[in-house]
């Protein structure tokens, strides 16, 4: 009897849950979800292609150079790149001699193998770039792995950097008083909560000159940053895709061999 009792409460609480859920969707699906700024404005990331995209990508490494350049005259005042490690800009398009010249313009506190102490020496090829200290308030992110960090990837990154609108469209501030864009900040659709405290970092062209004379529009500017910092979070991607090519070859090949093989052992056992 007390087992039989104990069913009933148990399907009684299922069925009474199974209702709850079922009532409240179904009241959700009358009364709609509720709207958001963000979600009524924001936009989704612009289309961008790169040479690194697709399972056979390669890296542009002339865009990679301009990426830094870009980078070191625009976003190195703000954002560091502390995984990234000098030397690794061999594999971006820069010589050795151009790595050399480049480590040492920065100031690296380490120990002195002679006396133990800290001291600031010239940067080396095996050092990392160095931790930005910045000014202003907040803590701009790392952008070293600032493409897989984010949702959209490098899309988002030139979204963003090419999004920053003058003011918020009239309709917006109708229908969300509240989202009203605050003093000291900008409105940029692309961005989680349309507002950003980041003043727009490209604001107009030519704000560095290229070395391979290339015309640094805002957008072409936006562009290589933007492969460069995917170049920054996955260095190895090009050998990634090499490896599995080789494998999936290799898979090809092995798996023809083995139904080869299969035909020709069981082909007279089959037959009897």
């Not at 050399?100 to 600031?120: C, I, Q, R, S």
Request: with cysteine; charged share 20%; proline share 6%.
């Amino acid at each position: 009897m007390i087992r039989i009792f104990s069913i009933l409460v148990g399907l009684f609480f299922t069925v009474a849950l199974a209702w709850s859920l079922l009532w409240d969707t179904i009241q959700l699906s009358k009364d709609g979800l509720p709207k958001s700024a963000a979600a009524e404005f924001g936009e989704h990331a612009k289309p961008l292609k790169l040479a690194s995209d697709g399972p056979f990508g390669k890296f542009d490494k002339k865009q990679l150079k301009r990426g830094f350049e870009v980078y070191a005259g625009v976003c190195a005042s703000c954002h560091s790149l502390q995984q990234v490690a000098y030397r690794s800009l061999v594999h971006a398009g820069f010589t050795e001699k151009e790595v050399k010249e480049l480590a040492a313009k920065a100031t690296v506190n380490a120990k002195d193998p002679l006396t133990g102490e800290m001291k600031d020496r010239p940067g080396l090829p095996s050092d990392k770039f160095q931790p930005v200290v910045y000014a202003g308030n907040g803590v701009p992110p790392d952008l070293s792995l600032i493409t897989k960090a984010r949702k959209g990837g490098a899309p988002y990154i030139y979204s963003l950097l090419t999004g920053y609108e003058a003011s918020q469209p009239a309709e917006l501030v109708k229908q969300f008083p509240d989202a009203k864009t605050p003093e000291g900040m900008y409105y940029n659709p692309y961005f989680s909560n349309l507002n950003i405290a980041m003043a727009p970092p490209l604001a107009s062209d030519d704000l560095v000159t290229y070395s391979d004379g290339t015309k640094a529009t805002k957008d072409q500017m936006a562009q290589d940053v933007s492969a460069f910092l995917v170049w920054t979070a996955e260095p190895e991607l090009e050998q990634r895709h090499q490896t599995g090519a080789w494998w999936i070859l290799f898979l090809i090949f092995a798996t023809t061999l083995a139904y080869m093989s299969y035909r020709n052992i069981w082909a007279e056992k089959k037959g009897k």
